[in-house]
């Protein structure tokens, strides 16, 4: 279980989390919605010590992140799986070799064993062909769905999303969401998204969160979520309504 | 009242925090396992071939350059046959040494900073930290070591197409013999010279890649912020070997180690 108690991270000069308080219950897939800028990305990084707040306390199977040492940050990094923003596979190797990088760097297993975890969670993703592909030849939803690939191959417990399916066109960010939804309900892992996608978040949450000014205003399960009159439902709603306006306004 | 910090002042504080710290993780990171032996061997080979046409079409130029003005002011003071002499001791002693890396300032550092830059930018350098691997350890320290190896080698090939350029231009333009112009440059060339030239080599590649590597490393912003990183990393590393060839005059001349 992931807890934050109190998270308070700020840049020179703006304060992104003020106060934030969390749980993320295990075996099931908790989204955190709000808007862009308001430090969803920056929760995360919290939480997998690649940014330290000020203040307050997160722990993950209660092994405290904030102020852990480097060996102890290591051991917790290797119960987290996260997928990047735009999946940050690295440009120089080809979709085998950056799935395979996490085993074979610290020679977790023999090379044939690696192929065959490689293949299997390639198989997994419906990506097996392009094993031997570079990452400039893949579609945004593709290095995704790799990125994937990658986080899972050390089997990790938590599996962190940072919008998974920002600036994908509809048909590929429902294939993204499906391949989310599927992982959940095959392997049970732990899942952590943070979003601003109203149709992902219907898809694939089973409790969802509402962040507001640097602080997790509501928190529900996915049916009293989307239920009539909540501040969830009013946040997607005003979403919507404001984007529509918007777009009426331009027209 | 304290005037507030203007943008600019502020990027080139984090330009220099930035640089500055790369100088201690270089050496943190340096003696700890795992030893990134498989990126050191392709940074050498990317070294090698990014720099080598780069370095041997400098040296040709120079070669060319200091040999005409050699053999121009030779014949004009009636000391033609020195002309090989001096051309070479400016070549080999000053000009392929900063000249070469101001080069590989421009084409490897420049290389670097955007290289590591769009990799933080797209999230690679924290996708390996969250993998457990030490991005100084498995990006930066291949590259630097690549650097203080391959640049004295880019050097030699350099000083090669530099001696040819110099023997070939002198025997068209002022027909000057190959051996009086060897002959000629043999006395005036001691073994110092050379040693001397290529350890400011090696310090030249040490501080153009920590400076070019700690910019991009420490990058924040997009892609214009991108674009004067890089600039910033050009800028930095031409200071850079300018005041090490400067340093290295004052020494030279205190303890005379090019004397002719």
């Known amino acids: ?251 | 009242m304290s005037r507030p910090e203007s943008e600019a002042a502020r990027e080139w504080r984090h330009a220099g925090a930035s640089t500055a710290s790369m100088y201690g993780n270089f050496f943190f990171w340096l003696f700890r396992e795992p030893f990134p032996t498989r990126q050191l061997g392709a940074q050498i080979v990317r070294v090698m071939l990014e720099g080598f046409g780069i370095l041997a079409v400098a040296g040709i130029v120079e070669g060319a350059m200091f040999a005409w003005l050699g053999g121009w002011y030779g014949t004009k003071f009636s000391v033609v046959n020195w002309a090989g002499a001096a051309s070479l001791y400016l070549l080999l002693s000053a000009a392929t040494t900063l000249f070469g890396a101001m080069m590989f300032a421009a084409k490897i550092g420049t290389a670097f900073t955007v290289e590591i830059g769009s990799m933080q930018m797209s999230g690679q350098l924290d996708a390996l930290r969250l993998m457990a691997v030490e991005p100084t350890q498995y990006i930066v320290i291949p590259r630097v070591l690549a650097s203080i190896l391959c640049l004295p080698i880019l050097k030699a090939i350099s000083d090669a197409c530099a001696i040819i350029a110099a023997i070939v231009l002198s025997k068209l333009w002022f027909d000057i013999s190959v051996p009086i112009f060897l002959q000629h440059a043999l006395l005036v060339l001691k073994h110092t010279i050379l040693t001397t030239s290529y350890i400011r080599c090696a310090l030249h590649a040490f501080f153009i890649s920590i400076n070019a590597c700690g910019l991009g490393f420490h990058f924040q912003g997009g892609a214009i912020e991108l674009g004067r990183t890089t600039t910033k990393s050009i800028v930095i590393n031409l200071i850079c070997v300018l005041v090490i060839d400067t340093v290295y005059g004052v020494m030279d001349s205190v303890f005379g180690w090019s004397t002719v």
């Open chain 1, 1 to 251: 279980m992931i807890c934050a108690r109190g998270v308070h991270f700020a840049f020179p000069g703006r304060t992104v989390l003020e106060a934030l308080s969390i749980d993320i219950e295990e075996s099931i897939t908790t989204v955190i919605v709000g808007r862009s800028g308001i430090g969803k990305s920056v929760l995360l990084k919290c939480i997998t010590g690649l940014l330290r707040p000020q203040s307050g306390s997160i722990t993950i199977d209660g092994d405290e992140v904030v102020g852990a040492s480097r060996q102890q940050i290591l051991a917790i990094r290797r119960r987290i799986g996260m997928l990047f923003q735009e999946g940050a596979l690295f440009d120089s190797m080809t979709v085998f070799e950056n799935v395979a990088f996490p085993l074979s760097y610290h020679k977790l297993a023999s090379g044939k064993e690696i192929e065959r975890r490689v293949l299997a969670y390639l198989d997994l993703v419906g990506l097996r062909e392009y094993a031997r592909a570079m990452p400039q030849e893949l579609s945004g939803g593709m290095k995704r769905k790799i990125a994937v690939a990658r986080a899972m191959i050390l089997e990790p417990r938590y599996l962190l999303y940072d919008e998974p399916t920002a600036g994908l066109d509809p048909a590929s960010a429902a294939v993204v969401e499906s391949m989310i939804r599927r992982l959940q309900r095959e392997r049970a892992i732990t899942s952590l998204v943070v979003t601003h996608d109203i149709d992902l978040t219907r898809y694939i949450a089973d409790r969802i969160a509402l962040m507001e000014e640097g602080r997790i205003s509501a928190h529900a399960g996915r049916e009293d979520a989307f239920a009539e009159p909540s501040a969830i439902y009013e946040h997607f709603i005003e979403n919507r309504e404001r984007i529509r306006a918007e777009n009426g306004s331009q027209g």
